[in-house]
């Protein structure tokens, strides 16, 4: 296991070998995932080699790298900071789930957060598809979109699938749309009348009926 230190260059070492082999680097030489959500201020992405962050600042004058997976012990958690602190970029650490009910704090918290970054942004997760989708989703509704363009970020052309567990968070974009929106603000639903847990058993047990419905009793 990686422990996270670079401090020589058998560290780097370690840590590329890491990154590519145990944290799936090796797919993400050529596949970026990258798209904008705000174009000028807000990207996203996979996790990003040094190389490909180094050209995305360069190409778009990034300033602060928002990493969705939080801190890890793993060689590409490691090559991004040390590459991002070389090229003078702001780190922050957002870090969010991608197979449960999003938190009420965290997502407070990335609210708060969000007014404070320095602009453009790049936020990453491992994949680019689920937890990118997510801050993605949540970036727009800041910004006074709609949930229906936010459910856009979680899309299959991201590599997203509602069908699997992840789905998850495409019910809390459907819950704001159906429960808040029109009603009261984004943000104030969410501190006022967010439920995490109740959507958590209400997506589960909806999870199970589709199940016991399509593959069991292979109703139509």
């Known amino acids: 296991m ?7 260059s058998s560290g780097h070492a370690r840590a590329w070998t890491d990154s590519l082999f145990v944290d799936h680097a090796i797919f993400r030489l050529m ?6 959500v705000i174009p000028g201020k807000v990207y996203r992405c996979n ?6 962050l180094k050209r995305a600042m360069e ?25 991002a602190r070389g090229l003078g970029l702001h780190h922050v650490d957002m870090a969010f789930e991608s197979r ?13 957060m969000y007014q404070k970054l320095d602009f453009p942004i790049l936020m990453h997760c491992k994949s680019g598809a689920d937890r990118a989708g997510l801050a993605s989703g949540l970036v727009v509704l800041f910004e006074g979109g709609s949930a229906q363009q936010a459910l856009k ?23 704001y749309q159906a ?6 603000p984004f943000l104030e639903w969410v ?8 959507l958590k058993e209400e997506f589960v047990a909806n999870k199970l009926s589709s199940f016991l419905t399509d593959q069991v009793l292979r109703r139509e």
Do not use: Q
Request: proline share 3%; aromatic share 10%.
């Open 2 to 8: 990686f422990d996270g230190h670079l401090s020589s």
């Open 31 to 36: 596949w970026t995932n990258f798209h904008a």
């Open 47 to 52: 996790h990003p080699t040094p190389a490909r």
């Open 59 to 83: 190409r778009l004058g990034l300033r602060t790298l928002v990493n969705l997976r939080g801190h890890r012990k793993c060689g590409s958690d490691a090559l991004s900071r040390n590459a």
């Open 100 to 112: 449960g009910a999003p938190h009420k704090d965290r997502i407070l918290r990335f609210a708060d």
């Open 153 to 175: 970020e979680l899309s299959w052309k991201y590599g997203h699938f509602r069908s699997s567990r992840t789905g998850i968070l495409d019910a809390f974009f459907l819950h």
């Open 179 to 184: 429960e808040g929106e029109g009603r009261m």
């Open 191 to 198: 501190r006022n009348e967010y439920d995490e847990h109740a």
